[in-house]
């Protein structure tokens, strides 16, 4: 059986961050991909708890394709 192709993010595109530490992102949570950045990070958008957007870095490997059943 072939290996699934790994998900790589393009700018623009949604994605499910996980983190176990931090306040935001604590479980993890949905986010937009703004752009890639330098050394296997990526630069992410993610709505606060207030609703006011956040932009942050994070490893791309943290990030996954997100649920079929999100929208």
């Known amino acids: 059986m072939a290996r699934k192709a790994k998900w790589i993010p393009q700018p623009?595109?949604?994605a499910h961050y996980w983190?176990?530490?931090?306040?935001l992102a604590r479980?993890?949570?949905?986010?937009?991909?703004v752009a890639?950045?330098?050394?296997g990070y990526?630069?992410?958008e993610?709505?606060?708890?207030?609703?006011?957007?956040?932009?942050?870095?994070?490893?791309?490997?943290?990030?996954t394709a997100p649920q079929p059943s999100l929208f």
């Open 46 to 63: 993610a709505a606060r708890g207030d609703g006011s957007l956040v932009r942050i870095t994070v490893k791309a490997a943290s990030l």
């Open 19 to 23: 983190c176990s530490s931090g306040k």
């Open 12 to 14: 623009g595109e949604l």
């Open 36 to 39: 890639e950045a330098s050394g």
């Open 27 to 33: 479980g993890g949570l949905n986010v937009r991909v």
């Open 42 to 44: 990526m630069v992410v």
